[in-house]
């Protein structure tokens, strides 16, 4: 399991929590800021699961680790 943080052109920021086969377990609703995101997914990760988060640019950029 991996959470990943993403972002879109409007500025909007959300966060889906991904298996390893890469199914898609849940989404937040978007959120206006980073902090705002990231604050929802600091709630996900005090009751959820320990997993490594993501950020992601889009879709064609990749993405790149940050912390666990």
Known sequence: ?????????CGQWWWAAVSDDGKTSAVSVP???RTDCMRSLAE???EGPTAPVIYENDASSGAWAIGA
């Open 31 to 33: 959120h206006l800021s």
């Open 1 to 9: 399991m991996r959470i990943v943080v993403r972002h879109d052109e």
């Open 44 to 46: 996900l990760r005090v």
